[in-house]
Structure formats: C-alpha cells, structure tokens
C-alpha cells in the first residue's frame, strides 16, 4: 500500500486477491447431486466481496454481477475453489472478477467451471456510498484487466441506460398481456 498527496491510499494488485475452498456436501446439491447454481452464486458474491474488503477497508454491498455461465457441472464431494481480484477502483465502486474451479478429491485434477464479474459499492454505516483507494495496475496482466474492467464499466452504463429508457417508454409491459377471455 502507498499513500499519495490525498487522504484515500493507492493499492496495488495483489493486495486484494482472496481464495475460499469449499467441500460440496448434499445440502448444497440438486436432486442429480450437482451443485445448485445459486449456491455457486453465493460463493462467488463471497469470495468477490473478500477482495473488495481488502481493496476499500470500508463495508461494501453488491451492485450487480454480470453474465455467468456455468460451464461444467460440480458434483457432491467436489472441492470447489474459488479466487478472486479486484480489476478496478472507480470512484465508490469496484469490479472484482471471480474464477472458480473444481476440484476432484480422488484424483487431484483441477476443471475450471465458472468465471463472474462482480460490481461492489463502498459504503458508509448508513447505507451511502463513499470514496474507494485506486488501484494501481504495474504488470501487463494487471494493466489489460484494468483497461478490460473500464469497457465493461461503459457497457454496464450504456445496458442500465438502455433498460431506464425501455421502462420509461409507453409501450413497456411488465408483464404479458392477458389473453382476452371469449
Ligand atoms: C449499490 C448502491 C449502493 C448504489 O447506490 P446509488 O444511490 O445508486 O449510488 P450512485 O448512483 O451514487 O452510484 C454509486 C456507484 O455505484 C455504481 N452502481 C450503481 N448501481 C450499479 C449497478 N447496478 N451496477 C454496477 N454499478 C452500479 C455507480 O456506477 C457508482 O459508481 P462510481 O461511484 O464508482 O462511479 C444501492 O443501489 C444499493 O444499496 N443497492 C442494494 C445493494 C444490496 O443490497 N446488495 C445485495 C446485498 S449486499
């Protein structure tokens, strides 16, 4: 960590990472013994906000989480592994990515099956939002995810923009049109 002329310290890379592992018992699993998807989720929404913790020092709440896909099932007796890293500091807000991978007890091998970006809000004992440290990218890998998180942050603004106006126009139906009864 290094402080700068300001109040808020600049933080390095590294700083945030967090790894949680998980044993995959039946109580997390489905009728088939895989893993359900919303216990993955909250796992992710965990292990994000330990890096985003380590990152802001603050209490933080998740804004939203982008576009998963669960590329492998994980079956009861797995060890689920997961890590994460905060890509960027904006102003209040950070996106931490989230990779997850199985592990096979028996056999030791390692399938990577899911990844998640995560947007984490820092915020004060009220629930308001409050300034987060900057990060500051030093390696290539560093540097392309910083760069990689500011598109996405762009994209997310352009989508909520685009929801905003779509529920605001007239013809915006929250639910299906009932069918006329003869
Ligand atoms: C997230 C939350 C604090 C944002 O509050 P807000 O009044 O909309 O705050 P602002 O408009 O000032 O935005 C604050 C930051 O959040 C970001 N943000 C807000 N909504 C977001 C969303 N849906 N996705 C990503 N970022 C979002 C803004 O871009 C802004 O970032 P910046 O300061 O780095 O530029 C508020 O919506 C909230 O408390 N939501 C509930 C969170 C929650 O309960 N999560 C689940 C349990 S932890």
């Known amino acids: 960590m290094e402080f700068t002329g300001h109040s808020l310290p600049v933080r390095r890379g590294g700083e945030s990472q967090s790894e949680m592992t998980e044993l995959i018992l039946p109580n997390d699993t489905n009728t088939l013994g895989n893993l359900l998807g919303g216990r993955l989720m909250h796992f992710i929404d965990l292990v994000g906000a330990m890096a985003a913790y380590r990152h802001s020092r603050t209490h ?41 991978w199985v592990e096979n007890t028996i056999v030791g091998t390692h399938r990577h099956v899911a990844s998640a970006y995560l947007t984490f809000v820092a915020v004060d004992s009220q629930g308001r939002s409050v300034p987060v440290p900057k990060l500051l990218p030093e390696t290539e890998e560093e540097i392309r995810r910083y760069e990689d998180a500011g598109r ?15 529920k605001s126009s007239p013809n915006h139906q929250t639910t299906p049109p009932l069918t006329q009864a003869k």
Do not use: W
Request: net charge positive.
């Open 152 to 166: 996405r942050r762009e994209n997310r603004q352009r989508e909520h923009e685009r929801r905003m106006a779509s």
């Open 60 to 100: 933080v709440v998740t804004a939203s989480m982008d576009h998963i896909d669960f590329i492998a099932p994980v079956h009861v007796g797995d060890l689920l592994i997961l890590k994460s890293l905060l890509n960027r500091a904006f102003n209040t807000s950070m996106e931490v990515g989230v990779k997850v």
